[in-house]
């Protein structure tokens, strides 16, 4: 009898505590959010400050202040060190207790940090980050990517270009993850499409002069040069390669990822007729533009947002609607991703579309193509769209995925 007594009380007091547990589940309504950008050197137009206020937007827009949540943001520089990444992740997670890391643009920063967000149960929020390892054979249950990948580069500008004629390439990539994947992603578009690919030169990350690097791809004749860089090197490179007269000569640049900021730094007399993909323009729509209009007043220096920093927004929004969803925050981010998996996106950014099973959010892309200056009807009027990509072109299809998380 004793023992039964025991076995009683011992049941209840364990109902009793999971009730408890459940009822404080239910009342966490706090989330931390860090922001892990590049602050100050060639990526902080793309994403920088101005990625914190997309994020705060999406905070506000969500309404869950409103109904007692309290969430807060804080930020750091990455420094496009994979080792200050990490280090900054831990600090974060372990002592100011944030529950998400967004952004992370630099893909050898975000592949580390991806790393310590599966081992601490938090979640990567990746909007800035184009390597498609982490949809692939990197991917985790604790990290999504919502706005782009080095497949939806490669699959809509390199192929655009082969099949107008461009059957002969040269790449300037820049010598880390990111560079390397978006040319090996690139290379195998051409080639499946009939082109060939005739030599190729890296150059350091943050290079200022593109002049030996210039040289060489003018020398290949090939009629392609793929720039497999960003943001400051891609327009540094830009720069110089019409210094050296390169498009007049008769070869063609292929910005293979190229933002706003970077056209609006360049000048549409440098920067017209380049060919690229991206899956946001300011100006596709009545949505996307009261949108932009509203982050542009809000902005250091009001400019349109970029590609990633629209991406944080929607990617943060759908975040917050999953928490909304679990009733509380757990504080255990593949439980919070399942949840965003589960439930269907929808935002006036993207639109509609599933976040699959190896975390890639679906969404359309776009082959844009700088308009001439005597195009352009006023400021950041820039784009002029060529073709839209099907969500399902735009990434790469499950069959062909090697992400563990997907069952074949």
């Not at 831990?90 to 580390?112: F, H, Y």
């Not at 051409?190 to 150059?203: I, P, R, S």
């Not at 990617?315 to 269907?344: C, F, Q, R, S, T």
Request: aromatic share 8%; net charge neutral; charged share 20%.
């Amino acid at each position: 009898m004793t023992t039964t007594f025991a076995r009683r009380s011992a049941a209840l007091l364990a109902c009793a505590a999971f009730g408890f547990a459940s009822s404080a589940f239910a009342q966490d309504k706090t989330v931390k959010i860090g922001v892990l950008n590049d602050m100050s050197s060639l990526y902080a137009d793309i994403g920088g400050p101005n990625s914190v206020v997309a994020i705060k937007m999406a905070i506000e827009d969500s309404g869950l202040t409103k109904k007692g949540w309290t969430i807060d943001v804080i930020s750091g520089d990455h420094q496009n060190k994979p080792d200050v990444g990490v280090n900054l992740t831990r600090q974060w997670i372990d002592t100011e207790k944030v529950d998400a890391i967004a952004d992370t643009p630099n893909s050898g920063v975000a592949l580390a940090v991806s790393t310590v967000a599966k081992e601490k149960n938090a979640v990567l929020l990746n909007s800035g980050a184009a390597t498609a390892a982490l949809t692939g054979a990197a991917c985790s249950p604790n990290t999504v990517s919502f706005t782009y990948d080095t497949y939806m580069l490669a699959t809509g500008t390199g192929r655009a270009l082969t099949k107008a004629g461009g059957d002969t390439w040269f790449f300037l990539t820049a010598d880390y993850a990111f560079g390397q994947q978006l040319e090996r992603d690139t290379t195998a578009v051409v080639t499946a499409n009939g082109g060939k690919v005739l030599g190729g030169v890296k150059h350091p990350l943050n290079t200022s002069d593109f002049s030996s690097f210039l040289l060489q791809a003018q020398s290949s004749k090939a009629k392609v040069i793929g720039l497999a860089n960003a943001g400051g090197d891609t327009s540094n490179a830009i720069k110089q390669a019409s210094e050296f007269g390169i498009v007049q000569g008769g070869q063609k640049l292929a910005a293979l990822l190229l933002f706003i900021n970077d056209v609006h730094s360049l000048g549409l007399k440098t920067a017209q007729g380049l060919t690229f993909t991206e899956s946001f323009y300011w100006d596709l729509n009545d949505q996307t533009r009261a949108w932009s209009k509203r982050f542009s007043a809000l902005a250091s220096k009001n400019p349109m947002p970029s590609m990633t920093q629209a991406g944080n927004y929607a990617m943060v929004l759908h975040y917050l609607k999953a928490m909304e969803a679990l009733g509380g925050n757990p504080h255990d981010g593949a439980k919070v991703v399942a949840k965003m998996k589960e439930l269907p996106t929808d935002d006036p950014l993207f639109g509609k579309g599933p976040l699959r099973a190896d975390g890639r959010r679906l969404i359309p892309a776009y082959l844009f193509e700088v308009k001439k200056p005597e195009e352009s009807k006023g400021p950041w009027d820039y784009y002029k769209l060529i073709a839209k990509i099907d969500p399902e072109d735009a990434a790469k299809p499950l069959a062909q995925s090697d992400c563990p998380l997907v069952t074949k």
